[in-house]
């Protein structure tokens, strides 16, 4: 295999893999630092009042997040799906992959619009007490990830249809903005049991 400047052009398959696009993992690895401390700082804070922690997440709906997990989860692998197609110069593929990608994770935010409204209707929000504080900031920090993600992938809906095949351009963009969408995902992986699952059945 050959590389220049960081960039491995030929995969053992014989196909065209993307470049590598060191920034984006930078970025990567500093939000999950950042949550990390979010998650870290929740379950110390639960320990002196598991009750009221398991009380209120009792008024979450698990269905609505179980259902938004399934949503990025598909969202991901279409993504996935198109980024492969475009290391095998097969762009009519990513044409319509990226476009489905970003309909199915368009669930999310309708979900979770009506998971906000109706707390709110019902007089809950963050200064309802600590857990709400946490469940309001912590999935409002990864809907604003989710927002900016819904933008990558609206921007490279559009420059997959006038990408050329193995065009390195396309292919940093691919891989980074697939990248980022699937750290919103792992992010909401780990929030969805900690706050929906941990002691809802106790």
Same mark, same amino acid.
């Given at each position: 295999?050959? !590389?220049? !400047? ?14 590598? $696009?060191? @920034?984006?993992?930078? $970025? ?5 630092? %950042? ?6 700082? $929740? ?6 009042? #598991? #009750?009221?922690?398991?009380?209120? #997440? ?8 179980? @259902? ?46 009506? !998971?906000?409204?109706?707390?709110? @209707? ?11 504080? $946490?469940?309001?900031?912590?999935? %409002? ?62």
């Amino acid at each position: 295999m050959r !590389e220049l !400047e960081g960039i491995d052009h030929v995969g053992r398959t014989g196909a065209e893999i993307a470049p590598a $696009f060191p @920034s984006i993992w930078y $970025f990567v690895i500093a939000d999950c630092i %950042g949550f990390g401390i979010f998650f870290f700082v $929740f379950m110390t804070e639960r320990l002196p009042q #598991a #009750a009221l922690f398991d009380e209120s #997440a009792q008024q979450l709906d698990v269905r609505l997040g179980l @259902s938004n997990t399934l949503i990025l989860i598909t969202s991901s692998w279409l993504v996935a799906l198109a980024a492969q197609a475009t290391r095998r110069h097969e762009l009519q593929r990513a044409r319509w992959l990226l476009p489905t990608a970003f309909v199915v994770a368009s669930g999310f935010a309708l979900l979770k619009g009506i !998971e906000y409204g109706t707390k709110i @209707s019902h007089g809950i929000t963050p200064l309802t007490n600590p857990f709400f504080m $946490f469940y309001f900031v912590l999935t %409002g920090v990864h809907f604003l990830h989710y927002l900016v993600g819904m933008v990558v992938l609206t921007i490279l809906s559009f420059k997959v249809r006038s990408a050329n095949a193995g065009d390195p351009s396309f292919q940093l963009w691919m891989e980074s903005g697939g990248i980022y969408w699937h750290l919103i995902d792992l992010l909401w992986v780990f929030l969805f049991p900690m706050l929906y699952l941990l002691g809802v059945h106790q």
